[in-house]
């Protein structure tokens, strides 16, 4: 079985249902046992709590409990006061690779100076960004909390702030095609495949983007694992491609 | 057809349902969906072993579609009727076509979607359905999607024993089988992919995924069909 690393995983509750693996014990056993040998995790308590340090904080301990298999991706709310701070414990203090960000649940666009300040911030610390595009199909979200997903017209202006920034889009595929997909991937933009739809997607994507752009992703547990490892196989993929995907591309994308 | 079917094979999917042709549309009018119709007419020729086709038609038009119901299921291999967003199922121009289809012994998908960022003009929602099977306890009926929003899609369909949950379409969200399972029942859940806007894999995971018995995803993933359609395949001598 070919080893995969999950760059797209939650801890915690998603606020609107409960889901079927999100007790952390529950999921990392049903990680281990499908071939996952790592997994990148933030936390859904990140989208609407205003207290993000202690959500940050929860999300190291829980991860430290499963070190080496889970590793915490902290969260930072740039339309907080004092968000260096979190940014400063998620790097100096929780020892974290990097940070994943939510504009959307948080109310800032990409042209807002304060997310070029922070990418910029993220890139001189060596950290790594994800972002978070979307987090469910804007059709079936709760009524009372329709949030659009991030419009990613303006991130390459924002990434020239951030010479060097490492990031990585979440969730992507559902809206983001065409000429801005080819360029952000010629930046050096990465992507993971949890949204990847049609039949033989994640071929059709790698038809489209750099092989090295592209990381294992399922965003389990709001999804179901055996989506992501399911369309691995739906699609014809070499097996260098198969390793880049599952494996490669996530360890050269962060350095433990 | 043949690419369907290629990825099919891979995934280990042995039969498609096949719905609409080459060009779409969403208001069909009669010519329209019969030069639909003929494109799945033509693709049964040469994949009706691996493959059953459902007749497209649109309640604006009632007597063209009763016509093509019976062209395509009662005199051709079709074995179901598709309804899509053209109409809205609650309408009691349905009647006579879900009445017809129930004579035929086929089964009806209509396609339901329950929005929160709003509804197309006649989308059909779960509760339009319920209705339109309230009226019609003796025909079986596909709630396409289940409403997309599925916990209360399956909610909406729940007290009609003739209403079938579709999981087909929408993201690989967790917990939907379970639930359709939980509320329904196995034998009311049915394994659909809407290939090719989406991904067989990330449908069949839904079913693959979900924490329910063994035997409930066997059910879902190709007895209950085979039981819905096991009468008019019967009647067409047809092997299943």
Known sequence: ?256 | MAQLIGFADRMGVERLCVYMGMSWSRDPSPEEFRKQNDDVLQALKDWSHRAFGFVYVNAKHVQESLEEINRCIGDGPMVGVKLWVAHNCRSEELDPIVRRTAELKAVIFQTTWLKTDGQEPAESTPMDLAQLASRHPEATILCGHTGGNWEIGIRAIRPFRNVFADTGGGDPAAGFVEMAVRELGAERVIFGSDIGGRSMASQLAKVVGADIPEAAKQLILGENLKRLLTPILREKGVRF
Request: charged share 25%.
């Open chain 1, 1 to 256: 079985m070919q080893p995969l690393i999950d760059t797209h995983i939650h801890l915690s509750r998603w606020p609107c249902r409960r889901l079927p693996l999100d007790e952390t014990a529950n999921l990392v056993e049903a990680l281990q046992s499908r071939g996952v040998i790592q997994a990148w995790a933030g936390s859904f308590d990140a989208l609407l709590h205003n207290d993000i340090a202690g959500v940050n904080g929860r999300l190291a301990e829980e991860c430290r409990r499963h070190a080496s298999f889970l590793i915490p991706f902290g969260s930072v709310n740039p339309m907080l006061p004092d968000w260096q701070e979190d940014l400063r414990r998620c790097h100096e203090q929780f020892r974290m690779p990097g940070v994943r960000l939510h504009p959307n649940y948080h109310g800032y666009r990409l042209d807002d100076p304060v997310f070029g300040e922070l990418l910029r911030q993220c890139a001189e610390r060596k950290l790594a960004v994800q972002l978070s595009v979307l987090m469910e199909d804007k059709r079936v979200q709760h009524r009372l909390l329709p949030v659009p997903p991030v419009d990613l017209a303006p991130l390459p202006e924002a990434m020239k702030r951030a010479p060097g920034v490492k990031l990585q889009l979440l969730n992507a595929f559902q809206v983001l095609r065409g000429e801005l997909l080819l360029r952000l991937a010629a930046a050096g933009v990465c992507f993971e495949t949890a949204t990847i739809e049609g039949v033989g997607g994640v071929h059709k994507v790698l038809g489209q983007i750099p092989q090295e752009r592209l990381l294992f992703g399922s965003h389990a547990p709001f999804f179901v694992f055996e989506s992501a490892k399911l369309k691995l196989a739906e699609s014809d993929l070499t097996a260098e491609q198969m390793k880049a995907v599952c494996e490669e591309n996530a360890r050269r994308f962060i350095s433990l």
